[in-house]
């Protein structure tokens, strides 16, 4: 087999990093993966080990050379999940622990900064977790010379020098202005009096932060630090490392605006390219921007599929033990009816700001009897509910006519055909699935790679060109169907009555004492 020169694409998630060699023409050549140990602890602290993610990749990099000679590389293109707050010391060190998107710690501080900024800042914005930082870890604080996030840490380990993000990423750390392609000015230094009436040291946050830059831009070129701990050769440009979310938009080949890309497994991701700005603040809608500065609506709920997995595995628990719980009773839900049998279901993570839940939340099981206390309605109902979820915060948008054409959807949990369908009529949109978006976040790191080796001799060519230029014919697609989009708007309004006058009363119980 003849050697193909190739791309890297990298993604650290939050279970484990994954890198990916692609072909300039699309093709993954190899993968390697690499698990990555979580710390959590009780008063909601996420966190990792940043010298865990320099270990996952230089093993992942082993996996993925085994067995496959390939030619040149031509780029890399770190991501990862954004939203980190990764210290970088004066020393010239990281902080030994990373605090991730899920931390929920600094819930307060995004309140606080939500009200001086006058925008949405969510809890898992990096500012709000630095102003956490500024109050409760001092001595930490006036330590710190600069904060990244994940992919920008990658970048680092490649070329100690790179110290840029693309400009997704970037405004996942702070608000940035679509014209200037920089941090918004003025927030800055409403940041900054905030901060001050906290710690007068500290330096101004923009000093802290790193340049944002636009997506395909060369940020340094792996050194021989790099070169040694990860088998890339020395020189290989780095590409603008980018947040997890903008790269998944490049993975699906959204560019386009009116578009939802979806993407499902243990949370879901609903980002809306649009023209319209979100007026007023919802907790559901956060304001971000893809690779190439476009701003998208992000609507996002911490329990995607997760409740669903635990009902499957209750159900398999009753199985015999060489039995796939999966295989068995994912083919029961697709058979059950849409109205679920009357089941609803609340399938809440602790924390679910879309529905003002920002901590505690409760999950629940209501209208369940003996007739309709099947496998197939509790499992369709469970993920039936994580879209209503969801749901909540696109009918905000459509408040403000900011609507959608179609959804562009990726992710394990769109795979089943019912779940495709069921998606397609809670939202009203027809539904395409992109069976090549499978590698997700690591895949569309390598489409910008490849976009920014091909900037180097066609400098004209657009992002939105380029994009439009690789993307595949749709491997299923799926069109609301009437009835159900009928019983399902219902059903929808049974959820919200539950949010509104039940779940509050569960949440005041103190279910550790009972």
Same mark, same amino acid.
């Given at each position: 087999m003849e050697r193909q020169d190739y791309v890297l694409g990298i993604d650290v998630?939050?279970?484990? /990093?994954t890198v990916v060699a692609v072909s300039l023409f699309g093709e993954v050549l190899a993968k390697g993966e690499y698990a990555i140990p979580m710390i959590s602890g009780p008063n909601g602290e996420r966190e990792q080990h940043p010298e865990d993610w320099r270990k996952a990749l230089s093993f992942a990099m082993i996996s993925l050379r085994k067995d496959i000679e390939l030619g040149d590389c031509l780029g890399v293109c770190p991501s990862g999940q954004m939203h980190a707050e990764v210290l970088r010391l004066q020393d010239g060190w990281f902080?030994?622990?990373?605090?991730?998107?899920?931390?929920?710690?600094?819930s307060e501080e995004a309140d606080r900064l939500t009200s001086v900024f006058g925008i949405n800042v969510p809890q898992r914005l990096t500012c709000s977790r630095w102003l956490w930082t500024i109050r409760y870890r001092p001595d930490l604080a006036h330590n710190v010379v600069g904060i990244t996030t994940t992919a920008g840490t990658i970048a680092s380990f490649l070329d100690a020098k790179a110290w840029s993000l693309g400009l997704g990423d970037a405004r996942g750390m702070f608000p940035i202005d679509p014209d200037t392609q920089d941090y918004v000015e003025f927030l800055a230094d409403k940041f900054d009096w905030v901060a001050s009436g906290i710690n007068a040291s500290i330096p101004p946050i923009k000093k802290l932060l790193p340049k944002p830059v636009p997506v395909g831009t060369i940020v340094g070129h792996v050194d021989e630090q790099g070169a040694q701990l990860?088998?890339?050769?020395i020189g290989t440009p780095i590409f603008a490392p980018e947040g997890d979310q903008p790269t998944t938009l490049a993975g699906c080949y959204v560019s386009d605006v009116d578009t939802f890309a979806a993407s499902g497994g243990t949370s879901i991701c609903m980002n809306l390219i649009t023209n319209h700005a979100f007026e007023g603040v919802h907790p559901g809608v956060e304001q971000f921007m893809t690779a190439d500065g476009s701003p998208f609506l992000m609507c996002h709920v911490e329990n995607g599929s997760s409740f669903m997995n635990l009902i499957v595995k209750m159900y398999g628990a009753l199985l015999p033990d060489t039995a796939n719980p999966f295989e068995c /009773?994912?083919?029961?839900?697709e058979k059950a009816h849409v109205d679920c049998g009357g089941i609803m279901i609340l399938p809440l993570a602790e924390a679910e700001h879309g529905l003002e839940f920002p901590t505690k939340a409760t999950s629940g099981i209501f209208n369940?009897?003996? $007739?309709?206390?099947?496998?197939?309605?509790?499992?369709?109902a469970a993920m039936t509910?994580?879209?209503?979820?969801?749901?909540?915060?696109? $009918?905000?948008?459509?408040k403000q006519d900011i609507g959608a054409n179609r959804i562009v959807a990726s992710g394990g949990i769109v795979q089943s055909n019912w779940i495709g369908q069921l998606m397609a009529d809670v939202f009203e949109l027809p539904v395409e699935i992109l069976g090549e978006a499978e590698e997700g976040s690591a895949y569309g790191a390598a489409l910008m790679a490849i976009y920014g080796y091909r900037l180097l001799t066609e400098p004209e060519l657009t992002w939105v060109d380029f994009i439009n230029s690789e993307r595949p014919i749709?491997?299923?697609?799926?069109?609301?169907? $009437? $009835?159900?989009?009928?019983t399902l708007w219902l059903m929808f309004v049974t959820y919200l009555n539950l949010v509104k006058n039940v779940e509050p009363a569960l949440i005041k119980i103190d279910w550790k004492n009972q």
């Open positions: 998630g939050t279970q484990a /990093l902080y030994d622990t990373a605090r991730l998107w899920c931390d929920s710690r600094n990860f088998g890339i050769p /009773l994912m083919p029961l839900a369940l009897n003996g $007739e309709n206390n099947t496998p197939g309605n509790t499992i369709r509910g994580a879209f209503f979820s969801i749901l909540v915060s696109v $009918e905000a948008m459509r749709p491997s299923k697609t799926f069109a609301p169907i $009437e $009835e159900n989009v009928a």
